[in-house]
């Protein structure tokens, strides 16, 4: 089944001279990033300075400009791509390698705007906009959660790999394979009146970063089986020990709750929790109950 996809689509706005500042691309090997502009280029005047053997030939396709590089490029390379539109303006820019530094992604799409205050390139920049506040605002809920009680320098410890140095023993694990990822789920408890659930999550995806989105733990109703989301939440702290997981690494995940999140009006009962990664899709999740505090 085809997963869906996030390209990495960002946009620069020329406000000033295009020759007085060169905006810079981040490009991966063997990975094509088309610029796109609001007139046609030429192929007369547009090129990559010392490419030869670092990439394919630049093409211009009507609004689009097309790199790739052939060879591994690193941050600190720089290269400079003129591109002569139509109407004879000259278009700099400086070429790197990108990471998975936050601002050094690699870019697939970059929309080009030379003039920011016409009506496509502010429609352009509501989006972004709109787009931007959403992401703080699920960043908000994430961090909502990682505060700075002891739950939440137990979970720090446990991202960091010193469980020696907190009170909780491993109970229970599970493995969790997919197409993009591999993630092990471990239940700790201090026998007494904490839990933690652990998430090893390494990154199978060549090309797209990890991010976790979400973390949410619910009490699971009796009759009901897990991945559903109808009993009422309960409170844990969260820490993670990257941001970002890029492609081929390994990050973790860490949340700590309080014994008493099993109870209810009605007795013990069984806790749900799931993480969510930056697409929305559910990652993991496990089931738990008070029996993981019997000895």
Partial sequence: MARERFPSVRSVYVRNDPQERAEQLFVTRDVTTVLRFQQPCTDAGTKILGWEGRFEPVVCAGKRVLIEPVQTLEPEDRFLLVVRLADGTEVPFTISGSSWKEGEWPDQQVNVFLEPDAPDALRKQLEEYKERERELWEQLRVESFTGSSENHTLAALLTQGAVRFTPFVARKAWIFKKEDSNIQATVLTDGKEKMAVLF????RDPSTPWRLMDARLFVLPPGFQPPLFVGEGRPFALRTDKKV????????????????????PQGPTKLFLGIFRHDGMMAAHVTLDRSLFKK
């Fill in 200 to 203: 090893r999550v390494t990154n």
């Fill in 245 to 264: 997981i890029p492609p081929g690494e390994t990050g973790y995940v860490a949340v700590v709750a309080d014994r008493s999140a099993f109870d209810s």
